[in-house]
């Protein structure tokens, strides 16, 4: 009897030093199913870059849901419930230790649309942006911004629309434009990626 508990153990010592790996060296990757799933993959004016959210930690790609509330009055049909829907999705992507991305997208739907707009004119609109900031003293010359042209708009394509459930869409969208200096337009930023958020 002795025996077979002495093989017992040992075949399960065996099982779990075997599952046992050296991962040490790998970065874990986030599953799509996580919370805080987000991502850039793509080249900014040439150069590769490539972040991604893992883990809990401090992300390159946040986003923020604009949700519109509705409650029923007393004017609406007995039965009318109470919904929330997502009109919108603004995602920040930090990329370089002095640069983020900005992009706001709206009316979720899958396709293309032309952007116009920059993040900070109005947030209720799809926009975009980048960021360069010169840690200068002086707050009028901290902020370098660049967005698009009415004559050159910006394109992105939802390219994945998901709903985990009402209130959380997983979002994949394809970037491919130009992004203009405010203050200089002759100076201007090509983007072309994607990417994905929740």
Partial sequence: ??????????FFGMFILSSCGNDDNETPAPKDDSWYWGYFKGTINGKEIAVENVGHGDWPVRT????????????????????????GMSTGIKYSENESMGINIFDLYMGVRYITLS???DFIYDGIQISRDT???EYEN???????KKENPFRAEVINLTYADDTHPILEVKLDGVLYRLDNPKDSIIINGSYGTR
Avoid: C, W
Wanted: aromatic residues 8%.
């Fill in 1 to 10: 009897m002795r025996l077979n508990i002495y093989l017992i153990g040992a």
């Fill in 64 to 87: 923020s849901k604009h949700i519109l509330n509705y409650l029923p009055s007393e004017e609406d049909e007995p039965n009318s419930i109470k919904m929330k829907t997502v009109i």
């Fill in 135 to 137: 840690q200068s003293d």
């Fill in 119 to 121: 993040t900070r004119s």
């Fill in 142 to 148: 901290r902020y370098i911004l660049y967005i698009p």
